[in-house]
């Protein structure tokens, strides 16, 4: 019985080569977008996942209130680590870790930049990260000693055991190596290539000293096995409080591993549903959408050809066949089809995974000896099959054997034709959200790309200080030299990420609880000049006064929130002292347009900056950079210039929306082409029903435009329909994405009708491809017989 079955479903799949085809294509494709959207989901949700008691570990975030507005922030005063773990028992273990450091090491004359932590030894008791050698149990507890990867040891030793070695960093600090750990895995979120006592971090960047008031570093703890979360965290909110009087309105509390790389979106001080894990959820919908679609295909052309199969159908019912008999036959078939689709699938996701990782800078691989990975593919292999199958499994099961020998048609009614229409209008209105959603990203991107920043980011390059004190002056002037440098200034801040903030100001008439968050920045006096920022009161800093180191400059935020009539002039007190206003400066951006603009505090202090900004012109930029990199290795002898462009660090911070958005544009495209591919199909069957009737009516004198008119207006008409059902939700899903921006793109009409007109266009061409070709044809062909 069952090697009957196959040989029907084998003679059905060679006898309509047409229908097979786009069938077998469109289940292909459908499945191939399925899978490769999974194992990208896959990866998204293993980040992390390697860490052992991973549910147990947290990172200590803190809650920092300032009238209405409330910051969070992993930054943590160093003291709390220490007195976490002594207070309070759930804690099992607490480290200190340094917010990452790019540190020149060499071992002989060659020197190479490289990043790392500086971290408490009980660092590695809370994370995995394994020692290949040494012993976990005393390591990082001496000054002065380190632990690097497998890629440095090879990197500085090649073959050598490195263990009790030295390396030196920057070039005038020497250290021990004491172990080596594997390679980070690509799916961690803390990234690192060494590990140094946190204890030297204290010294060098710290001055020794600590206290309850400088939120300066992180914070990491694990629990002990069946602590209560909910009551923990009520403990830590008024923690601070117990132990300095300086920071009476911040709150701590714990953010579990899980969450960091999926769910990093604080608003008021809580998770405010964004993040990763929100693109996680909508290509998982996507990959549902699509898989569907091509569901919808097979069922169509499987429903719309019945009529075909009716005869058989009756024979075999007449034979004693039983419904649940043809039912299981049917969806058989179907499941052979999605079969030999889904080998068709993996051949596509095999060639297509270089580009996808490459687009996504991701190493994914379809591991074909991952039982789990194979039982997963067979699973959606198999509902793919059952879920196609099923309905024209019903339709064909239900002919009644005696309509169907009589006359050798199918009569199942209206239903199936409503149905087949119906199908129609989802295939096409999802395709269209996608396509509006589509555009509403690269609008946003394109929007985000172009908006004034308050500085100009174009043909601005940056590069970390590594000369000396007493050279930095000199290294402005002989910057300053270079053919093709149009100026030369300096600072604390990226400009692309958030950087030092606190509420310690204090100015005249200030109110009693006014603690604002202040983004501070520390510059020299070429610094606006440079970065192009304009003066809108007062003037910059200058040279001319000697009384300007230590003044400062406001953004229009922050006189605003002050409520300052007249600042310049206008005395205020920071952490580092009192200095004058000498000038207000144009709002600015700091961060990504994700965050609003902050307020901004200016102040002149060139020895406390770690970044030269360098402003070139664009005739021969690689020859400017050369000169400069020349300089530089004079002044700083051994250390390489990372240069680092501003305009390609601020489309860094958008790269997941230019990624997703990228994904977006070939997922839109594949639904539209399985949508059209199904719209194919069904025109064909109709031509080939409407053969006759299009023969007669070119006899009686009918246009080729009329007979086109004739075979397209009933698709036509539900792909219009399909258009407006889709505006509604695409309105709403794409309103909602483009909240997570405070600067964003106007979600206008244009966007719908352009969407609209793209599914109509391409809707026409492929119902024209088959339909002219019919109006074209020969009329006596086709009436031969009659």
């Known amino acids: ?3 009957n079955y196959l040989k029907i479903a084998f003679r059905s799949l060679w006898k309509n080569k047409a229908f097979s085809f786009i069938n077998i294509v469109g289940l292909a494709t459908g499945l191939a977008v399925c899978i490769l959207i999974m194992l990208w989901v896959n990866n998204e949700l293993s980040y992390n996942n390697f860490h052992k008691n991973g549910d147990r570990i947290a990172a200590v975030m803190v809650n920092r209130t300032s009238n209405a507005e409330v910051a969070t922030f992993p930054a943590c005063p160093s003291l709390l680590a220490g007195a976490m773990k002594k207070e309070l028992p759930a804690i099992e273990y607490a480290a200190r870790v340094s917010w990452g450091d790019v540190r020149l090491i060499n071992r002989t004359d060659q020197y190479f930049s490289e990043y790392g932590l500086y971290v408490d030894a009980e660092f590695l008791k809370i994370f995995s990260f394994p020692l290949i050698k040494g012993n976990i149990n005393n390591v990082l507890q001496e000054p002065h000693t380190i632990l690097i990867n497998e890629d440095l040891a090879k990197k500085y030793f090649g073959e050598e055991d490195a263990i009790g070695k030295s390396i030196w960093l920057d070039k005038t600090e020497q250290y021990k190596v004491q172990g080596v750990f594997k390679n980070v895995p690509g799916n961690s979120t803390l990234r690192f290539s060494f590990l140094a006592p946190f204890r030297d971090y204290l010294q060098s960047s710290m001055g020794g000293k600590e206290n309850w008031t400088n939120n300066n570093i992180k914070t990491y703890v694990k629990l002990r096995p069946g602590t209560n979360d909910a009551q923990l965290n009520a403990r830590l909110k008024h923690f601070m409080q117990q132990h300095t009087t300086e920071q009476v309105n911040t709150s701590v509390f714990l953010w579990k591993m899980k969450d960091w790389y999926l769910r990093y979106d604080f608003k008021n001080g809580r998770y405010a549903g964004g993040g990763r894990i929100a693109y996680v959820n909508l290509f998982i919908i996507i990959a549902i959408f699509i898989l569907l679609l091509a569901c919808i295909n097979f069922m169509n052309l499987s429903t719309a050809r019945a009529t075909q199969r009716a005869k ?32 068709v699938a993996i051949a596509l996701v095999t060639l297509a995974l270089p580009a996808f990782n490459s687009l996504l800078n991701k190493h994914i691989v379809l591991d074909y000896n991952n039982i789990s990975q194979l039982a997963v593919f067979i699973a959606v292999i198999v509902f793919t099959g059952i879920l196609a199958g099923s309905y024209p499994s019903f339709v064909l099961s239900s002919f009644k054997p005696v309509v169907v020998l009589k006359s050798g048609k199918a009569h199942s009614g209206g239903g199936a034709s409503w149905v087949r229409k119906g199908l129609v209008v989802t295939q096409f209105a999802v395709s269209v959200m996608l396509i ?25 390059l940056w590069f970390p200080n590594n000369i000396d004190k007493e050279k930095m002056e000199t290294a402005v002037s002989e910057f300053g030299k270079v053919e093709g440098v149009v100026s030369v200034g300096r600072a604390s801040t990226t400009f692309t990420s958030p950087t030092n903030r606190s509420a310690n100001i204090s100015w005249a008439n ?21 970065m192009g920022i304009t003066i809108k009161e007062g003037r910059a800093f200058s040279r001319s006064y000697s009384t300007d ?5 406001l953004n229009e935020e922050a006189v605003k929130r002050m409520g300052l009539v007249n600042p310049v002039g206008q005395t205020i007190e920071t952490y580092t002292g009192k200095g004058t206003i000498v000038g207000v400066v144009n709002d600015f951006h700091t961060e990504s347009l994700h965050n609003p603009i902050t307020p901004v505090i200016i102040e002149c202090r060139p020895e406390w900056t770690w970044l030269y900004y360098v402003r070139i012109s664009n005739v021969n930029p690689q020859k400017t950079i050369a000169g400069l990199e020349r300089i530089y290795k004079q002044l700083a002898p051994g250390y390489p210039m990372d240069y680092s462009f501003q305009d390609k660090e601020y489309e860094s911070l958008y790269r997941s929306e230019t990624q997703m958005g990228t994904l977006a544009n070939w997922f839109a495209f594949f ?39 004739l075979l397209s207006k009933q698709f036509l008409l539900l792909i219009l329909l399909a258009i407006v ?16 921006y405070t600067y964003r793109t106007a979600l206008g009409w244009q966007v719908f009708v352009l969407a609209g007109g793209i599914a109509l266009v391409v809707a026409i061409v492929t119902i024209s491809v088959l339909s002219v070709k019919a109006a074209m044809a020969n009329p006596v062909k086709s009436l031969r017989s009659e």
């Open 1 to 3: 019985m069952l090697r």
């Open 436 to 460: 509006i959603g589509t555009l509403v990203v690269y609008r946003q991107v394109k929007y985000v790309q172009q908006k004034n920043l308050g500085y100009n980011k174009e043909n601005l």
């Open 510 to 530: 200030k109110k009693p609880g006014d603690d604002i968050f202040f983004t501070f920045i520390t510059g020299d006096h070429n610094l606006t000049q440079t």
């Open 312 to 343: 058989e159908v009756g024979i075999r019912k007449v034979t004693g066949a039983a419904r649940i008999t043809l039912i299981l036959q049917f969806i058989g078939e179907s499941v052979l089809l999605a079969a030999i689709a889904g080998s």
């Open 549 to 553: 180191t230590g003044a400062y400059l």
């Open 725 to 740: 059902i889709a505006v509604a939700p695409a309105w709403y899903f794409m309103n909602q994405w483009l909240q997570n």
């Open 671 to 709: 639904a539209i082409f399985i949508s059209c591919l199904g719209l194919l199909g069904l025109t064909l069957f109709t031509v080939e029903r409407k053969t006759k009737e299009i023969g007669i009516r070119k006899v009686l004198g009918a246009s080729v435009l009329s007979v086109v008119s």
